[in-house]
């Protein structure tokens, strides 16, 4: 890429690999969601193939739970689903999160991650989520971003298969007053 202009395409080549905008999911998106789904041999261990994961997406979003996609070149290349309150009914849950094989180790999953935890965290001190005691790299991944295994569930969705307990907190639930209600956790 040398010579005249070499410098500004590589630049722009650059620009283009590691501009990703993570923005809320529409019905448009979800297919691109479903096929990330669909090319990881993981998922299908539990059974969840593209038209499985379009489906509960497509409900996830009706029920109005938060979905938020990354997005390169018009392209979906991650997305995390998550809810509120879905652990525990108190505490915010990552349900689902992935990213494209091709945008692996780029930062994609860590700022969905880092989306999701900013919109729970408003609401309670703690993030949980499972992880299968097959997925070493998942459990490097939460690890590596405050998440401490805390627990396992045996045979949980599949017999044979573990899904391991991890949470991120900044602290018990009794100080926390949410929202405008007084002061919060101080992180750990």
């Known amino acids: 890429m040398g010579g005249p202009g070499g410098t500004e395409v590589l630049r722009q080549a650059v620009a283009e690999r590691t501009s990703v905008r993570v923005r809320p999911a529409g019905v448009e998106d979800l297919s691109g969601c479903a096929g990330i789904i669909a090319q990881e041999d993981l998922w299908r261990q539990y059974g969840v193939s593209r038209s499985t994961a ?3 997406l ?15 070149g018009g ?5 995390v689903w998550f809810q509120l309150h879905g652990c525990f009914g108190r505490s915010g849950y990552v349900r689902w999160i992935a990213t494209h094989p091709s945008v692996r180790n780029e ?5 969905l991650l880092r ?5 729970i965290l408003r609401h309670g001190p ?11 790299r998942a459990q490097r991944f939460y690890r590596g971003r405050g998440y401490e295994r ?14 391991w307990i991890y949470r991120k907190t900044l602290g018990p639930l009794a100080p926390w007053r949410g929202e405008g209600g007084g002061k919060k956790a101080r992180r750990r």
């Open 126 to 136: 703690n993030v949980f989520l499972l992880v299968s005691h097959v997925n070493r």
């Open 150 to 163: 805390v627990g396992v569930l045996r045979d949980y969705v599949r017999r044979g298969v573990h899904e």
């Open 115 to 119: 989306a999701a935890e900013a919109r």
């Open 58 to 72: 497509r409900k996830a979003l009706g029920a109005g739970e938060p979905v938020l996609v990354a997005v390169r």
């Open 107 to 111: 930062g994609i999953g860590t700022a």
């Open 75 to 79: 392209a979906v290349v991650g997305f």
């Open 54 to 56: 379009l489906t509960l």
